[in-house]
Nanobody, 122 residues
């Protein structure tokens, strides 16, 4: 079972950038769909971005500001977050599923990291 470990969260000001990273323990990581989700206080967990081989997808709320990338040699996936807004404040989770199909619901993923907190505030 793949284990996922996030890092890189923290406090940022509006307009700043942060980069989150997720390290996976499985050497067949290239065969996983990997996604980032986030959950703000009192809110449901929501899809942010996903990556399957050379295909990426983003939620409308982050499209053009966030970039998901993966390094299958290093078994890592990153989320570059630019032009941060206060509404980006949430706990961010890395998720993975051994599948070839991009999926967008948290119920579609069976491996999760512990989460990393991002706070955007002036």
């Amino acid at each position: 079972q793949v284990q996922l470990t996030e890092s890189g969260g923290g406090l940022a000001r509006p307009g700043d950038s942060l980069k989150l990273s997720c390290a996976a323990s499985d050497r067949t990581f290239a065969n996983y769909v990997v996604a980032w989700f986030r959950q703000a206080p009192g809110q449901e967990r929501e899809f942010v971005a996903a990556s399957r081989r050379d295909t990426t997808r983003y939620s409308d709320s982050v499209k053009g500001r966030f970039t998901i990338s993966r390094d299958n040699w290093e078994n890592t996936v990153s989320l570059q977050m630019d032009s941060l807004k206060p509404e980006d404040t949430a706990v961010y989770y890395c998720a993975a599923r051994h599948t070839s199909i991009l999926r967008y619901g948290p119920e579609d993923y069976d491996h999760w990291g512990q989460g990393t907190e991002v706070t955007v505030s002036s």
